[in-house]
């Protein structure tokens, strides 16, 4: 049932990704295309989406799913009830362990094999979500095919270029005006290249 | 997030000082979950207990639940418009390179850190060549043995490294 499937995954990514944002992004990654939840472009939209309205990436991603896929099974009351439930699973294990280190646990967190055990999930953190900045990045720009042992690769050309814009914006406000680069002014920056592009490279057509 | 929850909460409201902040940002980094869950648990707890830790992590969901709900309605609907299709060609490409900066910017903690930085590198290659070539394994794999490293490693061999250093 979707209900119960929801839950589960939300849950078991609100429990296994330490230190929020992007942390979490793998996760999910990995939980909507098992489930063929959303198509890796959906989940594009949707951390840009999350990124440009208020709160934390995993609520809004729980809530789109939920609303989405409870919709699909139960029509607008389905919708409500998804939204809700994928919303309160992702956000159960934080409220229960936060609430445990509140009352009594607060010595745990600077416990030596609990500090160690967070160091070692911290460098495997980054490598998760350098993997699947990489697989994204590539599935974007050019993707990569294979098929009976044999790999191609396409290349995407708009996409490549409005990328190169992003990474000569991001550059220039960073390095030449030494400005802390904000998600979401990257976002809509990256809206209007998109808008601007694909209207400037059709016109001339 | 964190200069929006800074100004409220410290400059604001004066519930903590920077020093408890600093802390319980530290606390919130090494605990499951969304950031923002747990700063409004803990300190609505500290506040005012459990009905209060309830409160303040029900104030956090609520504008984001219903805002998302309003878009998950409305995108089918926006998604028609050509220019639209286009913003959203942009934000895929400003997604993906926010997502990869983002593990630069976090890989440069890891400097000095050899364990961490081969677990990394070999995490990185075998998550991705698993996603490249379909192969079924869960990230939570990683994870679990990450923490595992992190034991032997951090707290284990440093400890007996110290006690022949005596």
Redesign the interface.
């Known amino acids: 049932m979707i209900f119960l499937e929801l839950f589960f995954e939300f849950f078991k990514i609100g429990l296994f990704t330490i230190g929020g944002g992007y942390a979490m992004i793998p996760l999910i990654k990995e939980a909507v295309l098992n489930h063929n939840w959303l198509s890796e472009a959906e989940f594009l939209d949707m951390i840009g989406i999350s990124e440009v309205t208020p709160g934390p990436i995993a609520i809004n991603m729980a809530t789109y799913i939920g609303v989405e896929q409870g919709g699909l099974f139960m029509g607008p009351f389905g919708s409500f009830l998804g939204g809700l439930i994928a919303t309160f699973a992702v956000i159960l294990p934080a409220f229960i362990i936060m609430l445990l280190i509140s009352i009594i646990l607060k010595r745990v967190i600077k416990n030596r094999f609990v500090q160690g055990a967070l160091k070692g999930i911290r460098a495997v953190a980054v490598a998760l979500i350098l993997s699947a900045g990489i697989t994204l990045l590539s599935d974007v720009l050019f993707p990569i095919s294979i098929a009976n042992g044999n790999i191609s690769v396409s290349f995407n050309k708009t996409p490549v270029f409005i990328f190169l814009l992003i990474a000569f914006f991001s550059f220039v406000l960073t390095k030449v005006m030494k400005k802390k680069l904000q998600p979401i002014l990257v976002i809509v920056v990256s809206a209007v290249i998109g808008i601007v592009i694909n209207y400037l490279l059709i016109l001339p057509a | ?1 964190l200069t929006l929850i800074h100004d409220e909460l410290v400059t604001k409201k004066n519930w903590l000082n920077d020093e408890e902040l600093l802390e319980m940002t530290a ?12 700063l409004a ?2 300190l609505g ?2 506040k005012r207990g ?1 009905l209060g ?1 309830i409160f303040a ?1 029900l104030g ?2 609520i ?3 219903a ?3 309003a ?3 409305l ?1 089918s609907n926006l998604m028609q418009f050509e ?1 639209v299709q ?19 910017v ?2 440069k ?2 400097k000095g ?1 050899i ?3 081969i ?6 290659i075998l ?2 060549a698993f ?3 379909a192969v079924n394994f ?3 794999y ?2 679990l ?12 061999l ?2 007996k490294k110290g006690e022949s250093n005596k």
């Open positions: 997030m606390i919130a980094e090494s605990t499951p979950g969304p950031i923002a869950i747990n648990t803990y707890y500290k459990w830790s992590t956090v969901v504008p984001t639940f805002i998302m709900f878009v998950a309605l995108l220019a286009y913003a959203f060609m942009g934000i895929k490409c400003g997604v993906v390179f926010l997502i990869v900066r983002t593990a630069f976090l890989a903690g890891l850190d364990v961490g930085i677990v990394f590198i070999i995490v990185a998550m991705t996603t490249l070539f869960s990230a939570i990683f994870i043995i990450g923490g595992l490293i992190g034991i032997i490693f951090y707290a284990l440093r400890n």
